[in-house]
């Protein structure tokens, strides 16, 4: 079975700055896929950021950019130039198999602060 | 746009009631799935629907049932609501094309149960 990891509950961050967020996963499939989650307050979730397993290019969405280490098992999302909007829950997620489903982590709060 | 509509953004039950959650989707996605999100549990997967009248229990499936007799239309249902299944409910589709495994969420329903 698939497990994801979001190790850090709450993270802040000024705004204008960059910030990391952390997910590790864990897998004996080779291919598979792995994806960033938004959830604003009281809002829907929407999907930020998505990446293949056999593409060893990080995949980047305008400020928003992951670091995919596949050896490392390591999927962390980086948000340059951090604005008020990107205050949220964000959830790593993991989906490999015959259907589509996903494994997803915990989440993480984050709060960009004025 | 693909949009997710689930019928009730909050609702109050009492201890024993049968409740229905619903959720629709416009897009012809043959994969809907429920999920439910709990504070530091993050999205646990109670049931998903690969097809019409199909269905596979998720992670946590005990206490609920489900029911798609439409394509567009997935059905949550608690038997006899209980209180420890007060949590935000959320709903969720996506093509059956495996490649993207890409998800596309409602707003959510969060259920109180009295």
């Known amino acids: 079975a698939q497990t994801v990891t979001q190790s850090q509950p709450e993270m802040s961050v000024q705004e204008a700055e960059t910030v990391t967020l952390s997910c590790t996963y864990d897998?004996?499939?080779?291919?598979?896929?792995l994806f960033w989650y938004k959830q604003p307050p009281s809002r829907q979730m929407i999907l930020v950021i998505r990446q293949e397993a056999y593409k060893q290019q990080n995949a980047t969405e305008n400020r928003f950019s992951v670091n995919f280490q596949k050896a490392a098992k390591s999927f962390s999302l980086k948000i340059s130039d951090s604005q008020l909007g990107d205050t949220a829950m964000y959830f790593c997620?993991?989906?490999?198999?015959?259907?589509?489903?996903?494994?997803f982590g915990k989440g993480i709060t984050l709060s960009v602060r004025p | 746009d693909v949009k997710v509509t689930q019928s009730s953004r909050y609702l109050v039950k009492r201890t024993g009631e049968k409740v229905f959650l619903e959720c629709v989707q416009d897009?012809?996605?043959?994969?809907m799935f429920w999920y439910r999100q709990d504070p530091g549990l993050g999205l646990r997967l109670i049931y998903f629907s690969y097809d019409v009248k199909m269905k596979e229990k998720g992670d946590i499936p005990e206490g609920y049932s489900v029911s798609r007799e439409k394509k567009e239309r997935f059905s949550l249902i608690l038997e006899s609501a209980s209180t420890n299944q007060t949590s935000m409910y959320l709903c969720?589709?996506?093509?059956?094309?495996?490649?993207?495994?890409?998800?596309?969420f409602g707003a959510g329903t969060r259920l109180s149960v009295l």
């Open positions: 897998t004996s499939e080779n291919n598979y896929y």
């Open positions: 997620a993991f989906g490999t198999g015959a259907n589509s489903k996903l494994t």
């Open positions: 897009m012809d996605h043959e994969n």
């Open positions: 969720a589709s996506s093509l059956s094309d495996r490649a993207w495994y890409i998800q596309y």
